[in-house]
Protein backbone atom coordinates (compact mmCIF):
# COMPACT_ATOMS: atom_id res chain seq x y z
CA UNK A 1 0.00 0.00 0.00
CA UNK A 2 1.23 3.60 -0.90
CA UNK A 3 1.49 5.90 1.83
CA UNK A 4 -0.28 9.03 2.24
CA UNK A 5 1.86 11.51 1.07
CA UNK A 6 -0.12 14.75 1.87
CA UNK A 7 -1.96 15.67 4.68
CA UNK A 8 -3.19 19.16 4.97
CA UNK A 9 -5.88 18.73 6.93
CA UNK A 10 -6.89 16.02 9.67
CA UNK A 11 -10.02 14.05 9.85
CA UNK A 12 -12.37 15.70 12.03
CA UNK A 13 -13.79 12.90 14.38
CA UNK A 14 -14.73 15.01 17.46
CA UNK A 15 -16.63 18.07 17.67
CA UNK A 16 -18.00 17.94 14.83
CA UNK A 17 -18.92 14.08 14.69
CA UNK A 18 -17.47 13.04 11.40
CA UNK A 19 -16.05 9.95 11.19
CA UNK A 20 -14.01 9.46 7.65
CA UNK A 21 -11.80 6.42 8.60
CA UNK A 22 -13.77 4.34 6.36
CA UNK A 23 -13.39 7.09 3.12
CA UNK A 24 -9.67 6.71 4.12
CA UNK A 25 -9.31 3.16 3.82
CA UNK A 26 -11.48 2.89 0.82
CA UNK A 27 -8.86 5.68 -0.94
CA UNK A 28 -5.86 3.31 0.57
CA UNK A 29 -7.32 0.42 -0.98
CA UNK A 30 -8.11 1.50 -4.34
CA UNK A 31 -4.78 2.81 -4.44
CA UNK A 32 -3.16 -0.10 -3.46
CA UNK A 33 -4.70 -2.23 -6.23
CA UNK A 34 -3.41 0.43 -8.75
CA UNK A 35 -6.96 1.59 -9.16
CA UNK A 36 -5.98 4.59 -9.98
CA UNK A 37 -2.29 4.75 -9.50
CA UNK A 38 -2.88 7.87 -7.05
CA UNK A 39 -5.49 10.00 -5.82
CA UNK A 40 -6.94 13.20 -3.81
CA UNK A 41 -9.80 14.05 -2.58
CA UNK A 42 -11.01 16.85 -0.24
CA UNK A 43 -14.56 17.44 1.39
CA UNK A 44 -15.96 20.56 2.78
CA UNK A 45 -18.79 20.52 5.20
CA UNK A 46 -20.88 24.33 5.52
CA UNK A 47 -17.50 25.69 3.86
CA UNK A 48 -15.13 23.94 6.14
CA UNK A 49 -12.13 21.79 5.23
CA UNK A 50 -12.75 18.51 6.63
CA UNK A 51 -10.76 16.11 4.60
CA UNK A 52 -7.86 17.10 2.16
CA UNK A 53 -5.38 13.94 1.84
CA UNK A 54 -3.70 12.27 -1.25
CA UNK A 55 -2.26 9.17 -1.85
CA UNK A 56 0.27 6.97 -4.25
CA UNK A 57 2.54 8.64 -7.47
CA UNK A 58 2.60 9.87 -10.58
CA UNK A 59 4.60 9.22 -13.54
CA UNK A 60 8.33 9.23 -12.97
CA UNK A 61 7.76 8.33 -9.58
CA UNK A 62 6.67 11.64 -8.55
CA UNK A 63 4.66 11.66 -4.99
CA UNK A 64 0.84 12.08 -5.36
CA UNK A 65 -0.06 15.39 -3.45
CA UNK A 66 -3.29 17.39 -2.69
CA UNK A 67 -1.88 20.20 -5.52
CA UNK A 68 -0.99 17.07 -7.87
CA UNK A 69 -1.57 17.99 -11.73
CA UNK A 70 -3.15 14.91 -13.11
CA UNK A 71 -4.64 14.27 -16.98
CA UNK A 72 -8.53 13.60 -16.81
CA UNK A 73 -8.53 13.05 -20.44
CA UNK A 74 -12.53 12.95 -21.57
CA UNK A 75 -13.48 14.13 -17.76
CA UNK A 76 -12.55 17.63 -18.99
CA UNK A 77 -15.29 18.33 -21.69
CA UNK A 78 -17.87 18.94 -20.12
CA UNK A 79 -15.99 21.87 -18.30
CA UNK A 80 -14.00 22.99 -20.77
CA UNK A 81 -16.62 23.79 -23.29
CA UNK A 82 -18.93 25.72 -20.47
CA UNK A 83 -15.89 27.59 -19.81
CA UNK A 84 -15.14 28.03 -23.36
CA UNK A 85 -19.10 29.59 -23.88
CA UNK A 86 -18.66 31.14 -20.69
CA UNK A 87 -16.02 33.14 -22.56
CA UNK A 88 -17.88 33.44 -26.19
CA UNK A 89 -21.14 34.70 -23.55
CA UNK A 90 -18.79 37.72 -22.11
CA UNK A 91 -17.77 38.68 -26.00
CA UNK A 92 -14.14 37.58 -24.81
CA UNK A 93 -13.53 35.00 -27.67
CA UNK A 94 -15.26 33.63 -30.91
CA UNK A 95 -15.82 29.99 -31.48
CA UNK A 96 -14.84 30.49 -35.19
CA UNK A 97 -11.40 32.66 -33.99
CA UNK A 98 -8.59 30.66 -35.00
CA UNK A 99 -6.48 28.88 -32.02
CA UNK A 100 -2.90 30.62 -33.24
CA UNK A 101 -4.52 34.19 -32.94
CA UNK A 102 -3.83 32.98 -28.79
CA UNK A 103 -1.52 30.26 -29.30
CA UNK A 104 0.97 31.41 -32.01
CA UNK A 105 2.31 28.01 -32.26
CA UNK A 106 -0.68 26.59 -34.17
CA UNK A 107 -0.43 29.49 -36.87
CA UNK A 108 -0.36 28.00 -40.35
CA UNK A 109 0.32 24.56 -39.34
CA UNK A 110 1.33 21.62 -42.36
CA UNK A 111 -1.42 19.01 -43.33
CA UNK A 112 -0.23 15.54 -43.83
CA UNK A 113 -0.13 14.75 -47.26
CA UNK A 114 -1.18 17.98 -48.84
CA UNK A 115 1.00 21.00 -49.61
CA UNK A 116 -1.61 22.83 -47.94
CA UNK A 117 -1.43 24.81 -44.44
CA UNK A 118 -4.43 25.02 -41.79
CA UNK A 119 -5.32 27.09 -38.66
CA UNK A 120 -7.67 25.42 -36.33
CA UNK A 121 -10.91 27.24 -35.04
CA UNK A 122 -11.81 27.09 -31.22
CA UNK A 123 -14.95 25.24 -32.44
CA UNK A 124 -12.58 22.75 -34.72
CA UNK A 125 -10.72 21.86 -31.33
CA UNK A 126 -14.17 21.95 -29.12
CA UNK A 127 -15.59 19.21 -31.84
CA UNK A 128 -12.40 17.43 -32.01
CA UNK A 129 -12.08 18.14 -36.17
CA UNK A 130 -9.04 20.01 -35.59
CA UNK A 131 -6.78 17.80 -37.32
CA UNK A 132 -4.78 17.39 -34.17
CA UNK A 133 -4.04 13.98 -32.56
CA UNK A 134 -4.81 12.64 -29.28
CA UNK A 135 -3.05 13.31 -26.52
CA UNK A 136 0.63 13.12 -25.41
CA UNK A 137 2.49 11.02 -22.89
CA UNK A 138 4.82 14.16 -22.42
CA UNK A 139 2.18 15.87 -20.89
CA UNK A 140 2.35 13.59 -17.94
CA UNK A 141 4.99 14.88 -16.08
CA UNK A 142 3.22 17.14 -13.57
CA UNK A 143 6.58 19.52 -13.37
CA UNK A 144 5.84 20.81 -17.45
CA UNK A 145 4.54 24.30 -17.60
CA UNK A 146 1.81 25.76 -19.62
CA UNK A 147 4.17 26.97 -22.34
CA UNK A 148 6.16 23.89 -22.69
CA UNK A 149 2.11 21.79 -23.01
CA UNK A 150 1.70 24.20 -25.74
CA UNK A 151 4.78 23.91 -27.57
CA UNK A 152 4.76 20.07 -27.26
CA UNK A 153 0.77 19.59 -28.12
CA UNK A 154 2.18 22.01 -31.17
CA UNK A 155 4.57 19.74 -32.27
CA UNK A 156 3.55 16.57 -32.18
CA UNK A 157 0.49 18.10 -33.75
CA UNK A 158 2.91 19.44 -36.54
CA UNK A 159 1.63 17.72 -39.32
CA UNK A 160 -1.88 18.03 -38.61
CA UNK A 161 -3.19 14.22 -39.59
CA UNK A 162 -6.48 15.77 -41.12
CA UNK A 163 -7.34 19.26 -42.90
CA UNK A 164 -9.64 20.92 -40.17
CA UNK A 165 -13.18 20.42 -40.27
CA UNK A 166 -12.89 16.94 -41.60
Known sequence: MFPRTTATASVVTSASGYDLSGVRSQLQAAVAANQPPGLSLSLRHRNRLIFREAY????????????????????????SMAAVMVCVDRGLIRLDDLVGAYLPAFRDMPVAGSTQRANPTIRQCMAHTSGMR??????DNPTITLEQ?????????????AQPGT
Do not use: W, Y
Open 149 to 161: AVAIIAQENTPLR
Open 56 to 79: GRLAFGVPFTTESRVFLASSTKLI
Open 134 to 139: GASAAL
